[in-house]
């Protein structure tokens, strides 16, 4: 079905592997597209609860996007695989299902930037994390500015994406870059296991916490209809009161908690921490 994509569905958790070794898995068109394609498969198939995306071979997750289709290009037409693949990425942030990368050797330009789409990220020791479009004339162009800024502060981001310099693993979780490293063969076996405990939980809940979190950082917002981001975190006086409650994460976040209480789950969750037994969800 994918010619770029291996895809495996095991226990609820979709594995997705881009699967260009010979060219590092830099994201081409046809990466892009197919990416596009899989993210939908994840929001729409019940089966899948949540989702790996990963890079084959042993070398890369993915060096970055392919650089031999940027030649001759307009700014138009870079603006337009701006926009492809950033909004891609955008609906990877904003997926009520955890989408988590689990980084092999190079996770470079675009591929660090996919990394950062997804919810968190492990890492094993191989992996390289950096943001060099600086050296090619370039920036980050699929929401990398944004997004490693936010996770590893200004000045940091700034260093990294000014210098070009690639990151290693030990900097990577200093930075909060990654929220684990593994051996190189237990990196899929540790995604896995994370997973599997979080897909025991009330997924009215995960997609609720998912929603919340990215309104902290306007991830994910032009896909939900959020294009007016109110970037206003800490809701002033005034942002409170007349910003729009689906874009305030203050004030979203206490819909969200009344929502829940008017799910079966929650009242599940509830009786059963009371009876001392498991809760059993059906994400309803
Ligand atoms: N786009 C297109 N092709 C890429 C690529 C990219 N981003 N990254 C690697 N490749 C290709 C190489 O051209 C090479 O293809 P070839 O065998 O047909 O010549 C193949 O993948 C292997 O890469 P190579 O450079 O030989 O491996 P290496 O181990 O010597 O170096 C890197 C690895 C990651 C340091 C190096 O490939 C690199 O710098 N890649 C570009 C990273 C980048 O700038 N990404 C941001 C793009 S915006």
Avoid at 83 to 95: E, H, P
């Amino acid at each position: 079905m994918y010619t770029t994509l291996l895809t495996d569905l095991t226990d609820h958790i979709l594995t997705v592997t881009i699967n260009r070794p010979d060219k590092l898995n830099a994201l081409n068109k046809t990466v892009i597209a197919e990416l596009g394609e899989v993210v939908s498969e994840i929001y729409e198939n019940k089966e899948i609860k949540s989702a790996i995306i990963t890079g084959a071979g042993p070398k890369a997750f993915v060096a970055g996007a392919d650089i031999s289709e940027f030649l001759g290009l307009s700014k138009e037409q870079g603006q337009a695989l701006a926009k492809k693949g950033g909004d891609i990425f955008l609906r990877i942030a904003a997926s009520s299902k955890p989408i988590v990368a689990a980084v092999n050797g190079f996770a470079l330009g675009g591929g660090c930037e996919l990394a950062m789409a997804c919810h968190f990220r492990l890492c094993n020791t191989t992996a390289r994390f950096g943001q060099p479009e600086v050296n090619l004339g370039l920036i980050p162009g699929y929401g990398g500015t944004q997004r490693l800024t936010q996770l590893v502060g200004r000045g940091k981001a700034l260093e990294l994406m000014l210098t070009g310099r690639m990151v290693d693993p030990a900097e990577a979780l200093q930075l909060g870059l990654v929220n684990y490293i593994t051996e190189p063969d237990e990196l899929l076996t540790k995604t896995r296991e994370i997973l599997s405990i979080i897909n025991q939980k009330a997924p009215i809940a995960v997609h609720h916490i998912i929603e919340c979190a990215n309104l902290a950082t306007g991830d994910g917002a032009a896909v939900s209809g959020d294009t007016e981001w109110e970037a206003d975190p800490f809701g002033g006086d005034d942002a409170a009161s007349t910003a729009d409650k689906s874009s305030n994460g203050f004030l979203r976040e206490r819909e969200a908690f009344g929502e829940c209480f008017a799910t079966e789950d929650m009242q599940e969750g509830a009786r059963a921490f009371l009876e001392k037994r498991k809760p059993v969800f059906k994400g309803k």
